[in-house]
Each structure stands twice: as C-alpha cells, then as structure tokens.
C-alpha cells in the first residue's frame, strides 16, 4: 500500500496518495480493507466499538465498511499532518487529533486512541517484547530461562500469527505502537 496522509477538509474525509488528493469514498476497497484488517489484527477493541457505532448501516457491507472507516479516520488521522503519513509501510501511524469530546468521549480509548493489544500468549509476548527492545535471541534465551530453539521457534509463530513477513517487523510494529496488551 502507498504512503497515505488524510485529512478533513469541510466535513468529509480526503486523503493524499502519490500527490493526488482525494475524497474517500466506498469504492476504496484497498485503504477500507486494510484498515479493517490492521483494526482486527492490532485494535479488536476499536473495530468491535465501530461496529457498534455503525450497525444501523450493516445491511450494506460497503457502505457499512465504509462508515467504519470514516469514523476511524475522524477520530485518528483527521489532522493534515505534513511531517509524517498516517499509513506508512503497511502500519498505521496515530495522530493527536484535536476534538472538542477529548475526556468526555465514550470512544476514547476504543475508536479514539484505540488501545493495541497482541493476539499472543504471555509467554510468546515476553519473547516478542524483548526482542522488539532489541536483544538477541541468545540474550532471551538467557534472561527467561529458555532454550534457544524455543525462542526461536515462539519468534516463528508470533510472526505468523501477525501475518508479518519477517521476525524483524515484530520491531516496527511494537515501536510504532508504543508498547502493547496482551489478549486476557
């Protein structure tokens, strides 16, 4: 996917691409799509709220699709920020959108601001914390009482899980998203 940067710019949702602006529309397929999908991976807690939010329009699936999206976009990325994209390298980068419901939202925290929680067992989520910290799998190894091979082997399967290309996103995915919850 493209480096994407959206905004609202009189009351509807726009987005730049490759220098071209756009309104987001429900033909969007890609960008709905993969915001979906991020949400399902990463914010479970967001995307069950949005669909909440947004069930009156469930009859429709692209226009339901869309909603969901839209608002999530409104509450995440509506700030026209030219320093950094919202979706970058297949990750999604939070921004600080001002809103006049800030504290009193029953979203937040859920839409807004979603909370990332990592659909990983505690013991693959210390393996993953550490190596995303920047130890190696030796010094994991060591410092949980593991086998190499068994760090390894829970690095593979954390991996696949998120459906991350190499072990080495897992250092991406938790620095852009500072930190993480694991699944109760």
């Known amino acids: 996917m493209e480096a ?11 987005y730049r691409v490759n220098g071209q602006e756009r309104k987001l529309a429900q033909g969007d397929r890609e960008i709905i799509e993969f915001v979906l999908d991020t949400l399902g991976r990463y914010f479970p807690e967001a995307l069950a709220a949005l669909n909440e939010e947004c069930a009156a329009s469930e009859a429709n699936k ?13 509450c995440n990325f509506a700030e026209h920020d030219t320093l950094s994209f919202d979706i970058a390298q297949g990750v999604i980068h939070f921004e600080d959108v001002k809103c006049p419901m800030r504290g009193i939202c029953k979203h937040e925290g859920k839409i807004c601001k979603p909370r990332f929680k990592m659909p990983v067992p505690n013991e693959e989520g210390r393996v993953a914390a550490l190596y995303s910290r920047g130890l190696t799998v030796d010094e994991i190894a060591c410092a949980l009482r593991k086998s190499i091979k068994t760090v390894k082997n829970q690095l593979s399967s954390i991996t ?15 620095s852009v998203y500072n930190g993480f919850t694991l699944w109760e």
């Not at 994407?4 to 726009?14: A, D």
């Not at 692209?62 to 409104?74: G, Q």
């Not at 696949?160 to 995915?173: M, S, V």
């Open 160 to 174: 696949k899980r998120l459906h991350l290309n190499r072990t080495r996103d897992l250092i991406k995915i938790f």
């Open 4 to 14: 994407i940067e959206f905004y609202l710019w009189e009351g509807e949702v726009r």
């Open 62 to 74: 692209r226009y339901f699709d869309f909603r969901r999206v839209d608002l999530f976009i409104r």
